[in-house]
């Protein structure tokens, strides 16, 4: 049987395409953003409006629909036996703050562009998915398994449907891949941790800190006002400007953010403002010259080495260790750190009392925020060798599995990697700041989710394969 052929007559095929464009309009359009609990709709009634739609959607295209009592659904495709290969995707969508050039909740289609709040994350390739079923459904080509297309509502915020759908007992799928990040396929992602470092007392020299707005990407903005006359003497640094806040010192310094898993190139700038001002020798008291030298040291680099947890492993690769965030709350100076370690360590008994032994030296006190253990498959697993492969049939260009730091569904549920639907490694149409997945003016090309449909189509018929 020549797969290839057939799948480019379907894919190629304009009711297709416009069949598929519908769907993901209709999804687009619900702002489905976990919510507060609205009775039985644990992730409040957006989500829960999705969910009914996309199983509606499921049903009228002759497919067998489950509602997992609104944490997820599954749309199944059956096959010669009862087993099932899985894919697994979210319709909860980030919130679409700011202001966007295009409708957030609505379908753009501009120059073979698909615009709008989820086609890339992760509304777009849960309908490749959906896409990569129907193939075979309509096709009438047989695979020796089912397909379980499993559509979370959490995965943006908490990630509590997968953990529920495996405690309820339902079926899970011998393998699985999430199309929640790049192709090819991810082999294996490091385990993420987060950690505040709290001073209970930090002194009289600082009055008011903050830097950065969440844990997972390096602060890029940072300020402090300090128990000094406003015009105190200080010098030029880049990246950091001086001014009154009631009479007082305020200083700010502004950095070059980037994601907690990939933070080369970055400048944090909660380090920069420490550096600043310990420079210019701006505290006297020992309990807030503590904390700048505390900064100072958790951040002698993204390795991890001032905290003394760098490592790594031949599997997933170096740690990363970043400041995402400084606040005085309650009383308390509190320093939140991000890292992504090697799967081969086990950071709560490993790693984390390293950070203690730090932090004590400090007078600082250690408070774990999260620990999600990563995953890793071999690189010679059959099942990898299979996606790689139709990756590179499908696209012509031939790729090796990768491992990262960032976190998919693929660390929540058994057996499961994370592969596609992005494909170009280029910024945005739009640029760095717009158009990427949680920015605004989402956005994806027609033609790449429809490729990525097709590897899809092609992955799972090369699991077939293996199995005969």
């Known amino acids: 049987m020549d797969i290839r052929k057939q799948l480019d007559s379907y894919f190629d095929s304009e009711a ?48 067998e629909t489950e509602n997992h009592e609104w944490y997820c659904g599954s749309i199944v495709h059956h096959g010669k036996t009862i087993e099932e290969m899985g894919i697994v995707g979210h319709l909860d969508v980030v919130p679409a703050f700011g202001e966007w050039e295009y409708p957030k909740y609505e379908l753009t289609v501009e120059n073979g562009l698909l615009i709008g709040r989820g086609v890339r994350d992760d509304k777009g390739p849960v309908v490749a998915g959906l896409a990569a079923m129907s193939f075979f459904k309509e096709t009438g080509i047989e695979l020796p398994f089912g397909v379980r297309l499993i559509m979370g509502c959490s995965e943006e915020k908490g990630m509590e449907d997968l953990p529920y759908y495996l405690a309820k007992g339902y079926n899970v799928p011998k393998f699985s891949f999430t199309p929640d990040s790049a192709f090819p396929v991810c ?57 009154s806040e009631d009479g007082k010192l305020r200083i700010i310094a502004k950095g070059l953010s980037s994601h907690a898993a990939m933070p080369e190139g970055s400048v944090n700038a909660i380090k920069r403002l420490a550096a600043f001002v310990l420079d210019n ?85 250690v408070e774990l925020c999260e620990d999600s253990k990563g995953y890793a498959f071999p690189a010679d697993a059959p099942e ?35 592969f596609g639907a992005a494909i170009s490694e280029d910024e945005s149409p739009f640029g760095t700041a717009r158009g990427n997945a949680h920015q605004n003016d989402e956005c994806i090309p027609l033609d790449e989710l429809l490729t990525a449909a097709k590897v899809f189509a092609l992955s799972l018929w090369k699991l077939g394969e293996m199995q005969e």
């Open 16 to 63: 297709v395409k416009a069949r598929f464009v519908d769907i993901l309009s209709k999804l687009i359009a619900v702002p489905s953003v976990v919510g507060p609990a609205e009775g039985e709709y644990v992730f409040g009634k957006p989500c829960a409006d999705v969910l009914t739609l996309a199983l509606d959607i499921g049903s009228e295209l002759g497919f």
């Open 281 to 365: 020798k701006l505290v006297s008291d020992y309990r807030s010259r503590g904390v700048m030298k505390y900064i100072m040291k958790a951040n002698t680099d993204n390795a991890g080495t001032g905290l003394g947890i760098a490592c790594s492993d031949e599997l997933t690769g170096a740690l990363t260790c970043i400041t995402g965030m400084a606040r005085i709350e309650k009383g308390k100076l509190i320093v939140n750190h991000n890292v992504r370690y090697p799967v081969s360590r086990d950071f709560a008994f490993e790693l984390l009392p390293k950070v203690r032994c730090v932090c004590e030296g400090y007078d600082a006190h």
């Open 187 to 243: 082999r294996g992602e490091k385990g993420i941790a987060s950690f505040n470092a709290v001073f209970e007392n930090y002194g009289e020299d600082i009055l008011a800190f903050k830097g950065g707005n969440v844990t997972n990407a390096v602060a890029d903005y940072a300020e402090i006002v300090l128990n000094l006359p406003a015009d105190t003497p200080c010098m030029e640094a880049e990246g950091v400007s001086v001014s």
């Open 384 to 418: 990898i060798a299979a996606l790689t492969e139709a990756f590179t049939d499908i696209t012509g260009v031939k790729a090796e599995p990768y491992t990262m730091g960032g976190g998919t569904y693929a660390r929540a549920f058994p057996n499961t990697v994370a």
